[in-house]
């Protein structure tokens, strides 16, 4: 009965252990259009019904209102620079009229890559949403990757989050 009891213990350990494994294995997306490739957060799928302009929409399981997208790239034209965009980016989000709160700006690098990110958050309809938009260029191709997310449900996705933005390629 012991021995028995040992088997069955180890069993479940292993099935215990083989699960954990499975479950942090990277999916990797790749979008040979328009030639990127990152690691869509764990439990996030991706999203049929997208807008012209976006190359790929990923989204939670179940949710409506919390969304990962990496837009249409697009090309800088001649003597502009990333910088110009991030000035044109915070421009643009003046001119919107919406009363906006900067969390975060900086320059970072991602995959050897030189990139530009903003957080900020502003009110819809009655809700705070938060706003990452981490604006990456590679040659003279500048890709968006914008996640939102009503700000309470932002917190526990900006980890997982950032962990696929870190693997865009």
Do not use: H
């Not at 979008?31 to 990923?58: D, I, R």
Request: hydrophobic fraction near 40%.
């Amino acid at each position: 009965m012991k021995k028995a009891k040992n088997i069955l213990g180890i069993c479940l350990s292993i099935f215990l252990i083989a699960g954990c494994v499975q479950q942090t294995t990277p999916r990797l997306y790749t979008n040979s259009t328009y030639g990127f490739s990152l690691n869509p957060p764990a439990g996030w799928q991706e999203l049929e019904n997208k807008p012209p302009n976006v190359a790929v929409l990923f989204a939670p399981q179940n949710s409506t209102n919390i969304s990962l997208i990496i837009a249409v790239p697009f090309m800088l034209s001649e003597g502009l620079s990333l910088s110009t965009f991030a000035d044109q980016t915070e421009e643009n989000l003046l001119a919107s009229g919406v009363e906006y709160s900067i969390v975060t700006r900086d320059w970072r690098t991602i995959s050897q890559l030189q990139a530009y990110e903003i957080a900020y958050t502003y009110e819809q309809n009655g809700t705070i949403k938060y706003v990452k938009q981490v604006a990456v260029l590679r040659t003279r191709t500048v890709f968006l990757i914008t996640f939102t997310a009503p700000e309470p449900l932002a917190i526990p996705y900006v980890t997982k989050v950032d962990q696929s933005i870190e693997t865009f390629l």
